[in-house]
């Protein structure tokens, strides 16, 4: 059995994997149009690793300055430009793909490409949400190396890469699109789905829908409460945007904008502080931390109920915070190293929700 | 400890935290501090610290998320205050963490020397104290030698500011005081102290504290106050010792500059006495010059007379201040309970220009009246070094109509003096001089100075009582006196026409 996704599921979908990227994983807007595109009327169905036995699934998605996708538009065979590079590379058919990551607009990718190239998708995923780095995919924290792996850009540059660790890959793929078009289409080796599953999140996408129905569920003027109980997770706060700091450190090679936003709860006037990087990464309520990565953090516009990415919010916006869980696949402790708050330098145990 | 412990408003004004800034939630008076404890690093926790700051040494970065966490880790453990490395603001949701959690924020360039600053004052009041004993008597002993630089040595030892005042208030040296403060210290201090009295606290509505210790010595009792804006125990408790040690030594200071008065008073008032004494010497006139006196020239005398006990030495620069005030150059010598004083023309002045002066030193008298119980006479223009001794003496016999004349304002003009003047005048003219002196032969050289007992009978209109009370001698040595006097004069005090001529006779000739 599988997921069917139809047109007017689209909407849901977007905003489902919008929520996953946790203020991050970049515009999922130009993709879901484009999506919906692609889809017309027809139907796209997610399927379960076990349903579809003896594929070799890549999994594929953008890497990149994803805003410069707003800039650079892709020209459409960049998907299929790297299916067949990283196919040829390994001599293996890719017969079905799957996302690396789950969050934002590579929740959608796969999506578009499958449409493209007539493959089956798999509903997992490497990350179950959105993260910033290529060592921070499950395969590459399970062991399983990440080359070879094959890059397309825009303007039809492809480069495939072996040999190399997830850092390696990570400097590699920097320079790459750094040099190019600042994004490029990112297509990992074809693997047996029963391995490329075991070592991967899965249902996320199936998981993102049903966020994004139950949000869609929402009445105009659900109250705070209300809408953390229907996403299934948890009120931080609802109130003013104090303050939105942004600032870049240089870290090693990969430097991303660091920054806090500070938002009072019209309630309690308790003080919400939210860590960014690319995305939402820790919250203090009255300086006490209380959600952190893996865990969701979403920033919900207060009137439209619309998520706010990390990029997007000002000072002045009314918003809700709310924490949902995380993919449980990051759960355990030796996993949780990768991707918790010291992963991004911040100095703080884990702050987990009760699983539910 | 907790009566040791210094509000954060006082730490914030006292000298050791001079660095200190606040960079979140200041309240008005802020929280008692009960002690300082260091932690070395933002993402430290620390223990249970009820009331004490909290010192952070390595916060490099004021907008870290770790501040925030640390405020609120702070707060829990009941800390008092956090003090931070740095001065830079805080970031927007530290400080409203801050003030949510009324938890005052504070920023040090050195947050080492804060630390150990408010452990000190917090824990070893007594090393405070002794540290600035020793550093007031280190440096009074390098001070200067006059008032104002121990002034400022014992302010820049308490790093307070330090005012040498009045027994009104008034500031003798050092930074002025407020008119509030004044007030208050006024009411607070006793108008005569002991020596040996402990140091006066006065504490003001604006929460500072005034330390005021007597300084007795030659003339008026003055108060070294210093000005705590704060109360930090332990300062407030060493700065009384502190101005106790510095106290002898202003008043050493003073004494000093009275003797210079002195002496300088005395040289002034032996060379007028020369000058009195008819033409001046050589070397009389060199002294003159020495001191800046214009002997040749005309001269209008003016003489001052004080009422009551008067400083007279000491109270000569307001003489001259206010002489100078009116943009008059005069000379101004002590005499007896009183000034005299002369201006200079080079040549003869007009009658307006007379009354125009006369104008003018009415004006120096209205200025002086605010301080002095003063009453002035002014004598006519007379040239030469002996005009001095004339329009002195016409000057002297103005004052002394001046003194009991309400109605012209204590003040007289001998160009105005009318018939009192003109009385006055004729008693010294050549008739009545020897009449006078052949009226009084029979008594003058008698025991007992009966010239003067007699002057003094008629002046206290017959009062025998009154008579011996001036003279400090008995009332029956008086009366044996003035029957004396009758007997040798012949005549009978009774008789109206035969007193009135003995009255005049009596104040016109000198007494020895």
Not at chain 1, 63 to 86: I, N, Q, Y
Not at chain 2, 151 to 162: I, K, Q
Request: aromatic share 4%; hydrophobic share 45%.
């Amino acid at each position: 059995m599988g997921t069917v996704i139809q047109e007017h599921d689209l909407g849901a979908l977007v905003v489902g994997v919008t929520l996953l990227g946790s203020g991050g994983g970049g515009d999922t807007g130009a993709f879901g149009r484009m999506l919906r595109r692609r889809l017309g009327a027809g139907e796209l169905v997610l399927r379960d690793a076990a349903d579809v036995p003896g594929v070799s699934v890549s999994p594929i998605g953008v890497v990149g300055a994803t805003s410069v996708l707003m800039e650079k538009l892709p020209g459409g065979g960049e998907f299929d430009a790297a299916v067949r590079a990283v196919s040829r590379w390994t001599g293996t058919e890719v017969t079905g793909l799957m996302s690396l990551e789950a969050g934002g607009l590579n929740g959608l990718t796969p999506l578009i490409a499958a449409l493209d190239l007539g493959l089956p998708v798999v509903d997992a995923d490497l990350m179950g949400r959105a993260l910033p780095r290529l060592d921070q995919f499950s395969w590459a924290v399970a062991g399983r190396s990440l080359t070879p792996c094959a890059l397309s850009e825009p303007s039809g540059q492809v480069i495939v890469v072996d040999n190399v660790d997830a850092a390696g890959l990570e400097r590699a793929v920097r320079s790459f699109v750094a040099h190019t078009g600042g994004w490029a289409v990112l297509a990992l080796a074809p693997t047996p789905v029963e391995a490329a599953a075991a070592d991967a999140v899965q249902g996320s996408l199936t998981r993102a829908l049903a966020l994004g129905r139950a949000h869609a569920g929402l009445e105009p003027g659900a109250t705070p409460a209300v809408v953390a109980e229907s996403l299934g997770g948890r009120l931080l706060g609802t109130g003013r945007v104090e303050e939105v700091a942004r600032h870049l450190i240089g870290d090693g090679g990969a430097a991303f904008g660091r920054g806090s936003v500070c938002i009072v709860d019209a309630g309690s006037r308790a003080v919400i502080r939210i860590e960014t990087e690319n995305e939402y990464l820790l919250a203090l309520v009255d300086g006490i931390p209380v959600v952190t990565t893996p865990d969701l953090l979403c920033v919900l516009d207060r009137r439209t109920l619309q998520p706010i990415a990390v990029d997007a919010i000002r000072s002045g916006d009314e918003v809700l915070v709310l924490a949902l869980p995380g993919p449980a696949w990051w759960r355990r402790p030796d996993r949780l190293t990768h991707v918790g708050p010291q992963a991004f330098g911040l100095a703080c145990a884990p702050q987990l929700l009760e699983a539910s | 400890m907790r009566d040791l412990a210094p509000s954060l408003a006082a730490m914030l004004s006292s000298p050791g935290w001079t660095n200190v800034v606040v960079l979140g939630a200041a309240a008005d008076d802020g929280p008692r501090l009960t002690g300082s404890r260091v932690l070395l690093e933002v993402s430290s926790h620390p223990e249970s610290l009820d009331g004490q700051l909290l010192v952070v040494l390595l916060a490099d970065d004021h907008t870290d998320w770790r501040i925030d966490a640390l405020i609120s880790r702070a707060s829990a453990a009941g800390a008092g205050a956090l003090l931070l490395a740095g001065v830079e603001p805080l970031g927007r949701g530290a400080q409203l963490l801050a003030e949510r959690l009324q938890l005052p924020v504070l920023g040090c360039s050195d947050p080492l020397a804060a630390h150990e600053y408010l452990r000190r004052v917090t824990a070893e009041p007594e090393v405070v104290r002794s540290d600035l004993v020793l550093r007031a008597v280190a440096a009074l002993r390098r001070a200067g030698g006059d008032l104002t630089s121990v002034l400022r040595t014992t302010s820049d030892v308490l790093e307070r500011p330090v005012t040498l005042a009045g027994a009104d208030g008034g500031t003798l040296a050092g930074e002025p005081l407020e008119a509030g403060e004044r007030t208050a210290l006024v009411a607070e201090l006793p108008r005569v102290p002991v020596a040996w009295a402990a140091p006066y606290r006065v504490d003001l509505p604006s929460g500072a504290v005034m330390v005021a210790v007597a300084v007795v010595g030659v003339g008026p009792v003055c108060w070294l106050v210093a000005r705590l804006p704060g109360v930090v125990p332990a300062e407030v408790a060493a700065v009384p010792d502190v101005l106790s040690v510095v106290a002898p030594a202003v008043g050493e200071r003073l004494a000093l500059r009275r003797l210079e008065l002195e002496r300088d008073a005395r040289q002034r008032t032996s060379l007028l006495g020369e000058l009195l004494h008819g033409e001046p010497s050589e070397a009389t006139r060199r002294r003159a010059v020495d001191l800046g006196w214009q002997l040749d020239g005309w001269h209008t005398g003016i003489r001052i007379g004080a009422e009551g006990q008067v400083d007279v030495a000491g109270r000569r620069a307001d003489v001259v201040e206010a002489f100078d005030a009116e943009g008059l150059r005069a000379v101004v010598v002590e005499q007896g309970d009183g000034w005299s004083g002369w201006i200079t023309a080079v040549r003869e002045p007009t009658a307006t220009e007379v009354q125009q002066q006369a104008a003018v030193i009415r004006r120096v008298h209205r200025r002086l009246v605010q301080t002095v119980d003063a009453y002035v006479g002014v004598g006519r223009v007379q040239p030469g070094p002996s005009g001095i001794a004339t329009t002195l003496a016409e000057a002297g016999d103005a004052a002394g109509l001046a003194r009991g004349r309400a109605e012209t304002g204590r003040f007289l003009h001998v160009d105005r003096l009318g018939l009192a003047q003109l009385l006055l005048a004729w008693t010294r003219t050549d008739t009545f001089q020897p009449a006078a002196q052949a009226l009084l032969a029979p008594i003058k050289d008698q025991p007992g100075d009966l010239v003067t007992t007699l002057a003094v009978y008629l002046d206290t209109e017959s009062s025998l009582a009154e008579t011996a009370a001036v003279l400090g001698i008995h009332r029956n040595t008086a009366a044996a006196r003035i029957t004396k006097i009758q007997h040798l004069l012949g005549v009978d005090l009774t008789n109206p026409d035969e007193r009135l001529a003995l009255h005049l006779a009596a104040r016109t000739t000198p007494t020895e």
